[in-house]
């Protein structure tokens, strides 16, 4: 399956975005999809975790109350709402793909496709 994420951008600290991450595939439905991001100097870290049918979710600390992953099947596409942006925040973020159904997995081998990043830029 081909990824592409879009809907990056700058934003001032205390706004909002919405990432979004299309699918090639009419087997979206098939996997589980997550979010990952890698700020500058640092390694790729799991952000948010989505089932095939999006009724179970799972988010890193770091974003929890404050980011909302979501699907949308019939549009084969995967969405991240981002609110309270932090500078911290600040970073490339991948959508990915995974054959498996189970979201409580953070590590990016546990994912099979991925996107090709689009940058969130938070300003102090």
């Known amino acids: 399956v081909q990824l592409q994420a879009y809907g990056g951008g700058l934003v001032q600290a205390g706004g909002s975005l919405r990432l979004s991450c299309a699918a090639s595939?009419?087997?979206?439905?098939?996997?589980?999809m997550g979010w990952f991001r890698q700020a500058p100097g640092k390694e790729r870290e799991f952000v948010a975790a989505?089932?095939?049918?999006?009724?179970?979710?799972y988010y890193a600390d770091s974003v929890k109350g404050r980011f909302t992953i979501s699907r949308d099947n019939a549009k084969n596409t995967v969405y991240l709402q981002m609110n309270s942006l932090k500078p911290e925040d600040t970073a490339v973020y991948y959508c990915?793909?995974?054959?498996?159904?189970?979201?409580?997995?953070?590590?990016?081998?546990?994912?099979?496709?991925w996107g090709q990043g689009t940058l969130v830029t938070v300003s102090s």
């Open positions: 595939s009419r087997t979206f439905s098939t996997y589980g």
């Open positions: 989505i089932n095939r049918s999006g009724g179970t979710t």
């Open positions: 990915a793909a995974s054959h498996s159904d189970y979201v409580y997995k953070g590590e990016s081998y546990d994912y099979d496709f």
